[in-house]
């Protein structure tokens, strides 16, 4: 079962447009993380915020995060065609904070 | 490049045969996670090894198992393949108490 759904579930704009991702979750959290993944290969960690964080900032990329709300979003600014890729939130919920849930991800797609 | 290498890259396998996947963790990781991702979803943690013991395991059954050897790598071992096995594993290397995972790019997996 998946911990977190992504909304939604895939996202097409131009190049240079802001692109906003958002994920919920269900159970408590110890933190949540964003991946990349290219064309179903490997996932790249793209940026992480703890239960007791609000936002992050990481060059173009910011996190959210309402545990209130039990969730978050990710914005990626200025978008560039090499944004395309499916984006996925993950969610640690053992102390060690790596045994992670995924969603199911959102597609984006940026056109030149 | 993560450092995680997994092998092989591809492989093709009879329904009701057993497979040995492969993955060598980033330098100095000690534990070790494997996923499955099937086609168009996120991916689905299978378990966590750490000190070559399993750490965690998600909702897998038995016959899905696996190792990890002195040297931090690590093996997932599915036995009695069913069609549904066919999927992307994962596998994601770690520090013990790290959050951050750092994933390989994945074994293709499809069970005719």
């Known amino acids: 079962s998946q911990q977190g759904e992504e909304d939604p579930q895939a996202l097409s704009i131009q190049e240079g447009e802001n692109a906003t991702m958002n994920c919920s979750y269900k159970?408590?959290?110890?933190?949540l993380q964003w991946y990349r993944q290219n064309s179903g290969r490997g996932l790249v960690h793209l940026i992480l915020?703890?239960?007791?964080?609000r936002e992050k900032h990481s060059g173009r990329l910011r996190v959210t995060l309402d545990t209130s709300k039990k969730s978050s979003s990710l914005l990626i600014t200025a978008s560039r065609a090499a944004d395309t890729a499916s984006y996925f939130c993950?969610?640690?919920?053992?102390?060690?904070?790596?045994?992670?849930?995924f969603g199911g991800g959102t597609r984006l797609m940026v056109k030149p | 490049e993560t450092g995680v290498t997994q092998s092989p890259t591809h492989l093709i396998k009879t329904r009701g045969q057993q497979v040995t996947l492969r993955c060598s963790s980033q330098?100095?990781?000690?534990?070790v996670s494997w996923y499955q991702q099937a086609l168009g979803q996120g991916p689905q943690f299978i378990f966590q090894?750490?000190?070559?013991?399993?750490?965690g395991r998600g909702n897998f059954p038995p016959r899905f198992s696996g190792l990890q050897f002195p040297n931090y790598s690590s093996e997932l071992n599915v036995n009695a393949l069913e069609l549904d096995d066919s999927a992307l594993y994962l596998c994601?290397?770690?520090?013990?108490?790290?959050?951050?995972?750092?994933f390989g790019q994945g074994t293709r997996l499809t069970v005719v």
């Open positions: 993950a969610t640690a919920t053992n102390n060690a904070g790596n045994m992670l849930t």
């Open positions: 915020i703890r239960s007791n964080e």
């Open positions: 994601a290397s770690s520090l013990k108490g790290a959050t951050e995972a750092f």
């Open positions: 330098s100095g990781h000690n534990t």
């Open positions: 090894y750490y000190r070559e013991e399993e750490n």
């Open positions: 159970t408590s959290i110890n933190n």
